[in-house]
């Protein structure tokens, strides 16, 4: 929790052009969802919509760690996630439009965002889902002796899910190519950690597999990429799995459809005043990498890019009807045997 920003060395240490790069990165996760939010509010986006808004040093952080094929996966909390591996903004916000032109077709909406070419293998919407999944990649690559690394990301109400013990155990005994990255945003819904977690260190679960472990500051992205770069090198490697805990807070609530009535004001506010992107602009500034001429002509870019994603996704069209139950069924069947109006084919 006490790690500052400037005391990575190298080959910790990004250089200026990937430091630039988070930096825009975070921008643009921060814009997409206040945009997302607000064509939420206009009905243009149905269904769920969670916002990870606040979080954002926590992803870019250990997603810029990993090599672009390292597989990962994650929660329903997953634009940034997308956006952070590169995947094309515009399609993204289709997807949460649930346009034909999104990048799952429209079909899996906010929460299951997935981009295979990126090896971003998906959000899943139940809690603690992602984990197994990350385990059967990080066996893939073992089993094929590759040397990539897969992480799993998952909140801190995933912790006392009993998969998340049995997926340590496998990936420890089996000493598979894993990180375990808890996003602890101290909340479940709108259940407080202390109030569903005994022990609310997180990252002490990795001891009983004997597996190491690291807490970190999960708004500060520095913090964050060095903590995954030393847990990427132990599993490529070392064949060594390991957790890392990253200590954030979500500004909003659980989802849209959340008031966030019942979190103390005193609580946010000490938070935001650690704003991960203030923060990180701060030691830009102060290294001389970023200028004000730099950071305003990234937040240009970023507005031009979510705008354009907002426009695409309005003006494509939506999924065709007939394509609701495609990739609900394995084979498609001439008659639907329950006598269901939807028939897939
Ligand atoms: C197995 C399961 N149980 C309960 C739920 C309902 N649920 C959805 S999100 C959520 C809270 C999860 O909190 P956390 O893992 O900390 O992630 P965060 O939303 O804070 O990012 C719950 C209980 C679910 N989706 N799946
Ligand atoms: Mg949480």
Same mark, same amino acid.
């Given at each position: 929790?006490?790690?500052?920003?400037?005391?990575?060395?190298p080959?910790?240490?990004?250089?200026?052009?990937?430091?630039?790069?988070m930096? %825009?990165?975070?921008?643009?996760?921060?814009?997409?969802? +206040?945009?997302?939010?607000?064509?939420?509010?206009?009905g243009?986006?149905?269904?769920? &919509?969670?916002?990870?808004i606040?979080?954002?040093?926590?992803?870019?952080?250990s997603?810029?760690? &990993?090599?672009?094929?390292?597989?990962? =996966?994650?929660?329903?909390r997953? !634009?940034g996630q997308?956006?952070a591996?590169?995947?094309?903004?515009?399609?993204?916000?289709? %997807?949460?439009?649930?346009?034909?032109?999104?990048?799952?077709?429209g079909?899996?909406?906010?929460? !299951?965002? $997935?981009?295979?070419?990126?090896?971003?293998?998906?959000?899943?919407?139940?809690?603690?889902?992602?984990?197994?999944?990350?385990?059967?990649l990080?066996f893939?690559?073992?089993?094929?002796?590759?040397?990539?690394?897969?992480?799993?990301m998952f909140?801190?109400?995933a912790? #006392?899910?009993?998969?998340?013990?049995e997926?340590? #155990? $496998?990936?420890?005994? /089996?000493?598979?190519?894993?990180?375990?990255f808890?996003? #602890?945003n !101290?909340? *479940?819904?709108?259940?407080?950690?202390?109030?569903?977690?005994?022990?609310?260190?997180?990252?002490?679960?990795? +001891?009983?597999?004997? $597996?190491?472990?690291?807490?970190?500051?999960? $708004?500060?992205?520095?913090?964050?990429?060095?903590?995954?770069?030393?847990?990427?090198? &132990?599993?490529?490697e070392?064949?060594q799995?390991s957790?890392?805990?990253?200590?954030?807070?979500?500004y909003?609530?659980h989802?849209?459809?959340?008031?966030?009535?019942?979190?103390?004001? +005193?609580?946010? +506010?000490? /938070?935001?005043?650690?704003?991960?992107?203030? =923060?990180?602009?701060?030691?830009?500034? *102060?290294?001389?990498?970023?200028?004000?001429? =730099?950071?305003?002509?990234?937040?240009?870019?970023?507005?031009?890019?979510?705008?354009?994603?907002?426009?695409?996704a309005?003006?494509?069209?939506p999924?065709?009807?007939?394509?609701?139950?495609?990739?609900?069924?394995?084979?498609? /069947?001439?008659?639907?045997?329950? *006598?269901?109006?939807?028939?897939?084919?």
């Amino acid at each position: 929790m006490t790690e500052t920003d400037t005391t990575l060395l190298p080959p910790e240490r990004p250089d200026a052009a990937l430091m630039l790069q988070m930096y %825009e990165s975070m921008v643009l996760i921060r814009r997409f969802e +206040e945009r997302a939010a607000e064509e939420y509010m206009k009905g243009h986006i149905g269904g769920f &919509l969670h916002l990870a808004i606040g979080e954002e040093a926590a992803v870019v952080g250990s997603i810029s760690a &990993l090599r672009p094929d390292d597989p990962i =996966t994650s929660t329903y909390r997953e !634009h940034g996630q997308a956006l952070a591996r590169g995947s094309d903004p515009k399609r993204v916000m289709a %997807e949460l439009f649930g346009r034909s032109t999104g990048i799952c077709g429209g079909l899996g909406g906010s929460m !299951h965002l $997935m981009d295979v070419e990126r090896h971003f293998y998906g959000g899943y919407g139940i809690v603690g889902g992602s984990i197994p999944l990350a385990v059967g990649l990080g066996f893939a690559i073992s089993y094929r002796e590759g040397d990539s690394v897969a992480m799993a990301m998952f909140g801190d109400g995933a912790t #006392n899910q009993g998969v998340l013990a049995e997926s340590m #155990n $496998m990936a420890a005994l /089996w000493k598979l190519p894993v990180i375990f990255f808890v996003l #602890n945003n !101290h909340y *479940g819904m709108g259940t407080a950690i202390d109030r569903a977690s005994a022990d609310t260190d997180l990252f002490k679960r990795a +001891e009983a597999h004997g $597996m190491p472990a690291k807490q970190l500051d999960g $708004m500060s992205v520095l913090a964050v990429y060095r903590g995954v770069l030393e847990a990427a090198r &132990l599993a490529r490697e070392e064949r060594q799995p390991s957790m890392i805990e990253a200590r954030a807070y979500r500004y909003r609530g659980h989802s849209m459809s959340d008031p966030d009535t019942t979190r103390a004001d +005193e609580e946010k +506010e000490r /938070w935001e005043a650690r704003d991960p992107l203030v =923060t990180f602009e701060r030691v830009l500034y *102060g290294e001389g990498t970023l200028t004000a001429e =730099t950071a305003e002509a990234v937040r240009a870019s970023v507005e031009t890019q979510v705008e354009e994603a907002v426009a695409f996704a309005d003006e494509s069209p939506p999924v065709p009807e007939a394509d609701l139950a495609r990739h609900v069924y394995a084979h498609p /069947w001439s008659e639907d045997p329950r *006598g269901s109006a939807v028939v897939p084919r």
